[in-house]
């Protein structure tokens, strides 16, 4: 069974250039977590999706990012004209429906230059 | 109310010493508290976790303590090895899988 899958693993994009971040969450999970964690700082949570619905975006900058989780495919995190504070590490997890526990993917390493 | 407190910042252990990290939370509406291990360039690994109906929960050399009055729960590493020096993550969520809230983190040296 395998986990939670993100690509891709690193990211390089110009200022003012679109990144985007695929998650596709472990067999069976509905619901998908971001999270944004700087260099030697914790997790800071962005956005908590199900299946075609957004359920909590308060960690989420209101401009430049965005979230989606359709019906079919991975999750995708989108951030607009990035800038050099945007670079981080963005962490997908996963859960399944009345599951406690979340699981993190490996990570997408964005470096904005 | 949402947040959950954790300390130390950074631990150093000596090789066999007993690593304690704590951790502290406001809503008394999360009922499910689970510890996390990242090590570098990794994603975060659920370690163990424990709900509020029991006093604490042994797995290995891991082991949870929670004290619902206090609303304080704590992570006892015994026999700690430099294999264990990692960054770790208390969280405090609700069964309803919302809210799921991070500590800032514990960045444990284990000295060989």
């Known amino acids: 069974n395998a986990g939670v899958m993100q690509n891709p693993r690193h990211l390089v994009r110009r200022r003012g250039q679109e990144a985007r971040l695929r998650c596709s969450p472990m067999?069976?999970?509905?619901?998908v977590y971001w999270y944004r964690q700087l260099p030697e700082e914790g997790l800071k949570f962005m956005v908590y999706?199900?299946?075609?619905?957004?359920?909590?975006e308060s960690g989420m900058p209101k401009e430049r990012f965005s979230a989606e989780f359709p019906k079919e495919g991975p999750s995708i995190l989108r951030i607009q004209q990035v800038v050099r504070g945007d670079s981080a590490a963005y962490f997908c997890?996963?859960?399944?429906?009345?599951?406690?526990?979340?699981?993190f993917g490996e990570g997408s390493w964005l470096t904005v230059v | 109310q949402q947040q959950v407190k954790q300390s130390p910042q950074s631990l150093i252990v000596q090789k066999g010493g007993i690593s304690i990290i704590n951790c502290a939370y406001e809503?008394?509406?999360?009922?499910?508290f689970p510890w996390y291990q990242q090590f570098p360039g990794k994603g975060p690994a659920l370690l163990i976790a424990?709900?509020?109906?029991?006093s604490e929960k042994k797995e290995g050399r891991f082991t949870i303590s929670f004290n619902k009055s206090a609303k304080q729960f704590s992570l006892h590493i015994m026999d700690s090895q430099p294999g264990d020096s990692a960054t770790y993550f208390c969280?405090?969520?609700?069964?309803?899988?919302?809210?799921?809230?991070f500590g800032p983190g514990t960045r444990l040296s284990v000295l060989p």
């Open positions: 997890a996963s859960r399944k429906t009345n599951g406690n526990t979340i699981y």
């Open positions: 067999k069976g999970h509905s619901h």
């Open positions: 999706l199900q299946k075609e619905n957004i359920i909590d």
């Open positions: 809503n008394t509406a999360f009922d499910y």
């Open positions: 424990i709900r509020p109906d029991v």
């Open positions: 969280a405090a969520s609700m069964l309803s899988g919302q809210n799921f809230v």
